[in-house]
């Protein structure tokens, strides 16, 4: 990411005309000198000379941090300059136009002065400087938000400019408010200290030992950027404020571009303690140096040589200074001795920020102070990053000097972080905030910050809180640079092999980085050695196979930028070489792989879409999607089989609706039977919003094709995801329909939409569920259909004659049914047979119920099937509950709401029921109000379960009145022979016959 800063001059061409040719070039020319040495000053690249306009950039071909702050400095430096440049030369009507644009530019490598860069923000520059009216410096808003911690913008309003559709937001850079970087920004994003409680203590003990014990002291605090250094210098500086004792507080900053200035935090300590401001004169600068040596020195014979030396350091002049040259030693020992002297009333704090970009003489007097002084209370605190060790191996090592490293924060504060910046925000959302940031606050702070940027994250009656959908995040600008900067630092070979590592993605092995980058093996080996000791990798060794470690990126963010420096072609050419070299160095094609596959093949394909290669890549992502569909179903992972299937519909859907009816209509050739599957897989999933989604694209599409019998199968399909849901109405009407379509000319998708309405009946109580059920077995068996969906006719018609009180034919109806199950052999089929036989069980053997249960919970666990596992595993602890076997169902209940990770009302349900029973109606009732689909659901047995945990919560509570009330109720929506109902009919009993007792006794009549 580059600065690119576009400055005009007007007032000129009316001065070509009337003055003589000679005085223009002249004026002309000192213009140019006057630009190069401004824009130089601040770091920036004159790209090129057009006409009597200037072109510069900041951020190449080293980006580095606060590039666009010092790109507006700059322009407003050479505001001024060309202003006063005018006015000297008798020409007031000269004026400069500055525009400056901050974005992405293509770089041409090694190529220095013209055609370095070229891209929008260099076109743009242009159009937004000749927006600006002479004397102004305006900007785009990514530069007025990178740079706006230090100096002021007013809102411009919005700008029509040449080449862009939509209008642009530009911003008037007004005055330079603070020092470099901005100090502290104010804009409700400070949130209490997190994490640091050992770290701040340190800091104030060792504080207070060098202050008690009158020892200098230097103390290093080491770690990355935006790990919270400064912050806890600040921390500290409140501390030391609040202290009843006096202190001589300084604050140096290191500037991360020299201008060549030594010693620059030092002079800043120097100026605070002698009250001189960067903007005083000469004169009062030399006054108050006078006035303050003669203040701190109390010896009038030290104040000389004193004052001489700090003379030299701020470039001030000092009385009796003859000039002539002082050696450093020299230098140093005047300078030590000001100190000493400030130490010798109260203690001396010297807090040096940034002192990554020192220069070695700063830390060479620093070192020097802390060796020298004897019997002083001189606290020296010094905040850098990593690179310090690097560049000065062994500062803040040593006697009298301690060095602090400052870690990511701890998950658990993590959280905390994120939760004070936007309190309430959802687990999920928090999550992935955290996981951009990997423990860096100013990663979070950003991260949140480029919410409330995009009016996600907004201030709701004073607090911030998370108003959309997060979305995918990307890296906030104002951390790009920061980022950027680190990669910039890299050799140019090394850089890119980090991109071809970013393409990997976050974790890698060494071998798939061979083999996209297409360099031996050796030199790549070197590269990441290096690369891991300057911590922009880590290495994380496979357990199983040492050698093969993999590497990972040890920020996932500075993955993202390093993916943003390829060009959309580099990326393109990269995923395909990725995907290439997957395919050839797993088994089967990239069986293992498939997903990964298919996903670098999107990548690949989005980058440039409109290549003339689009189509075949587009199908080889479809094929490797299906692949992982499948592979994912095979392995019991329906979520993840319905996501790629879905995403191979969505890209078919893009090419093949004009391609015209698909001729194997079974086949996953085409997007209507893909959506379909990732309708079906989503439903075992139970993911039933999705489920319903899917079955409605596939429903379009067969629609479009005119193709109404295949389009009412997949309203069946819809209407099972949202019978399952419990939302029983909408099922109906779905259902109702694809068995009208469906009934002429029957088949088995007649049998199955059939069977899903009867289901829906049975539930739901109707008098149609005997007829519906019938039907649909007779059906079945005259179409002769195969022995897995007959099982499920014989489970629908057994169920209805439980529910019909005729329990003992629905059982030989289940028995049946698992006998066929097993025969077909698919783990869903046979673990609902026997999740309906332990039901049809439950009431006449209850250990033959859970026995039922426990094996329909294998074949279903096996399946990935969680919302039939979750029904499998709440008979079994139902059934373990009426053999009273407590124990054994807080095992089920541990088992299924902790590695089975089933969060379902019905367990929650049992579990209260548990606690009721246990006599904990604390916990029952919190898990009870804690349900939500199950208090909607129209179906009696819900209700009836419901009631029936209420009545013993209500028990457990004692107050027999709410239980009685609960067991009738109960009573009411069971069926007869239920267990259950006939265990809320006794309790409901039970507590009458003692409420009448307690009746009598409070009330005798
Ligand atoms: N422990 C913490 N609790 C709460 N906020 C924190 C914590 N540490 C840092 N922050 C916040 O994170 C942001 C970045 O922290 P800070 O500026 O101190 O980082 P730094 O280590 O000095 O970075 P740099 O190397 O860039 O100077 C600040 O807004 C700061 O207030
Ligand atoms: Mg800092």
Redesign the pocket.
Known sequence: MCSVLFCDVVGFTPLSEAQDPEAVRELLSRYFGVARTVIGRYGGVVEKFIGDAVMAVWGTPVASEGDAERTVRAALDLVSAVAAMGAEAGVPELAARVGVVTGEVAVTLGAVGEGMVAGDAVNTAARVQSAAEPGQVLTDAATQRLAGTAVGFADAGEHRLKGKAEPVRLWRATRVLSAVGGVQRVDGL???????DAELRTIRELFHAAADRRVPRLVLVS?P????????GWEFEKYADGLVEDIWWHRGRCLSYGEGVVFWALAEIVRQRLGIAEEDSAEGAAGKLAAGVDRFVADPGERAYVGVRLGRLLGVAFGGDGGAALSREELFAGWRLFFERLAAVQPVVLLIE?AQYADTGLLDFLDHLIDWSRDLPVYVLV?A?PELGQARSGFGAGRNRITLTLDP?DPTSVDQ?VDALVPGMPVAARAAISGQAQGV??FM?ETVRSLIDRDIVQPVEGVYQLTGDIGELAVPDSLHALLAARLDALDPDVRRLVADAAVLGTTFPVEALIAVSGRDEDAVRTALTDLVRREVLSVSADPLSPERGSYQFAQEMLRQVAYDTLSRRDRKTRHLAVAAHLRTAFAGDGEEMADVIARHYLDALHAVPNDPDTAQIRGQAITALIRAAERAQRTGAPAQAATSYAAAAAELTLTDIAAGPPDAADEPSHAGMLWERAAQSAAAAADFTAAVRHADHAHDYYRKLGQDRTAARTQAVAGRALRIWGRHGEARERLTAAVKVLRADPDTDTVRALEELATLEVFAGSPDADRLTAEALILGQALGVGSEQLAGLFLTRGIYLCTAGRRPEGVAFFREGARLATQSGDNIIVGRALLNLSDGLASMDPAAAAEAARTAATHLRRAGARDLLAAAITNLVQALLLLGDWDAAQAEFDQALGPDGLADDYLTTNLGWLMALRGDAATAGTLLADLRDLRASEDLQDKSLISVVEAFTAAARRQPEDALSHARGAGLCGRPGDKLRDLALGLAAGRARRLRAAGHRRYPS
């Open positions: 400070e949130v209490p200290l997190t994490g640091r770690g950027a935006g790990v919270g250094k400064s912050r806890l940034d905040f990053r924060l972080l606050p100013l702070v």
